[in-house]
């Protein structure tokens, strides 16, 4: 079904290990929600609702009822946009248990982005909410559904009950198949589909656990979008939920907002990207207004976290700062709790799995020694291709994931991450693509031409500067009209241009026509 298998001989050492242990998402809400010592114990939490084991399995199962008696079959796909709050958690393992496919999109993701990702996965159903901080999510869902002839089914996320159903038996899905599709952070304007199968992934839960330490007693806050792979699973709120513990659901990662959950629900662990961790780091700084003492563990991923940044966490915060550095098709590296503390401020870790294995390579393929190179890597929670095949370029001839990070190892087998060898910017975390954007710049009337390049920032790791040729010298498009046009566009805000600089031509290089990448490059120097 579109995925690219693991090559018998991998998967069968896989299965051999115990690291594959043919157990699928539904079977570990079951067995939590119907174990007598597990079921009264609370699962999820957010500002307004709570759920134990118990009450989470019982809801999941009313709702799968009437997912299928919607029309909803085994191995449809169905578009999640859904926010941080405990409906997440309820729509998306009713769709496993009704064995259908998750599509995981992001509430800020807009029309450009949502008619790819319903296209590409032919979703069947769209669950949203009808709105969300002033957005009209109803209206989005509708126009997707009007341009994807897929789209049959529009699900209110904020009236599931409406849907319950007396429960029924819908099977057991086939662990080493595909289990959902997440979202690439690629280097393309529209996601790749990311399939992961029940044993892959789960694997990657449970390891993650044991190097985190994430027990029963574990109180996770997601802080931000659960839809990232990062807070969904490295180990995030499926990991807490494997182990029995729970998860807080924050509606926003400020510390206005996500203190107050912490201090009310005494919790114990986040994740976080870089600008958001200087942020909470400052307000600390300045002074809690909570009480955040229950935190034991921040980690920081998504980015790579400055040095000096990462020195300030832990006394700012009284935590233990752990660096994450992964990605949603597979691979993930952690800092280990008790590794020195110069290893935890200045490297991105080491992978979680002794099975993890990487290469460094040139950009012509080869060995690199020393110094940095691109990242490649496989292993059994790494994917070996993309869904329906595309990206057949970010797999090498035998399969291994060319990962676009250019990294370095050192002494001590820990990764450096140098930076990325594709043409995105890494604003905070999300991925903008340069090459969408400058689609989109181009489109304008008052753009003859555009080149989109990452520059630095303190808080954001990395803004987007637009340099653009105007059309009319005299009368160059201002930022805010660049803004809006891109925003009308139908393109995610995180991928509207931070600053625009407006030059009369771009700069030669000496050699004559040159590639927008070396345009990129020069621009950015």
Known sequence: MDVSPWPPELADHYRAQGLWRGETFDDMLRSRGGDPATGPRIAVVDAAR???????DDRVSRLAAGLAALGIRPDDRVLLQIPNQVAFVEAVFAVFRVRAIPVFGLPAHREAELVGIARSACAVA????????????????????????SVEHLVDVDDLESLFAEPVDHGRADPSELAFLQLSGGSTGVPKLIPRTHDDYLYSVRRSNEICGVTADTVYLAALPVAHNFPMSSPGILGALSAGGTVALAASPTPSVAW???????????????????LWTETAERGAAF????????????????????????????????????MAEGLVCYTRLDDPIDEICTTQGRPMSDADQLRVVDEHG????????????????TIRGYWAGAGKDSFAADGWYRTGDVVELNEYGNLV?????????????????AEQLEEQLLAHPGVWDAIVVAVPDPYLGERTCAYVIATDPAEPPSLAVIRRFVRDAGLAEWKLPDSVKVVEEFPETGVGKVSRKKLRAILAG
């Open 417 to 433: 991450v140098r930076g990325r060898g594709g043409d995105r910017v890494n604003r905070g975390g999300e991925k903008v693509s």
């Open 260 to 278: 107050e959950l912490v201090e009310r629900e005494r919790v114990t662990m986040t994740g976080l990207v870089p600008p958001l961790a200087r």
């Open 126 to 149: 769209i669950i949203s909410p009808r709105a969300h901080e002033g957005f009209d999510h109803r209206a989005l869902a509708e126009a997707v559904a009007a341009q994807v002839d």
């Open 366 to 381: 080869e060995p690199v020694d020393v110094g940095p190179g691109f990242l490649e890597t496989q292993g059994p929670y």
């Open 50 to 56: 709570r759920l134990t084991y118990a009450d989470l």
């Open 291 to 326: 009480d955040i003492s229950s935190l034991d563990t921040i980690q920081v991923g998504g980015a790579r976290c400055p040095d000096e940044l990462a020195r300030r966490i832990g006394p700012a915060l009284g935590v233990t700062l752990q660096q994450v550095f992964g």
